[in-house]
């Protein structure tokens, strides 16, 4: 079952305040995202995929009084993965390019920038709504297309399909072809 950003960020407020057990939890559920979002960008290299979630997990650990209760939860970890991935290249010299679909979750993974939920709200305001939320459901929060494509009431192809033209009505916007 899949924990909405509601749940994962009153976790990890219950375990800031010292909630032992909250917090078991929300490393046990993040543990859970982050092996998907791994997964996803490793390719073939899926080895590691377990130390790059253990060292993800400890980030969260080591720097969780940097962040701030205000703001999301789900894209402050997704940018401290985010920067464990890119370590992980640079250690084993891998060439990455990342590719534009990638473009809203990064957006929204940067942490220190209030504005970088208000710039993807931006970005996708021309998009239907439907579109908008699998956008957020993929690409932001890491849910397979299967799991936001039934939370949108679609099947997996059909979420597939809108979120394929979502991506690409926001590459052509974001390369300045679109209006």
Known sequence: MDASEFVLKGLMQRGLDGDAQAYRRLLALLSDRLRLYFARRMGEARDDVEDLVQETLLAAHTRRSTYDRSQPLTPWIYALARYKLIDHWRRHRVRAHLPIEDYAEFLA???GDPTAASDLDRVMADLPEQHQR???DVKVDGLSLAEAGARARLS????KVALHRAMKR???KVRGRAD
Not at 156 to 159: C, Q
């Open 170 to 172: 926001l590459t052509e």
């Open 109 to 111: 993974a940067e942490t």
């Open 156 to 159: 997996e192809g059909a979420a």
């Open 134 to 136: 699998l956008v957020r």
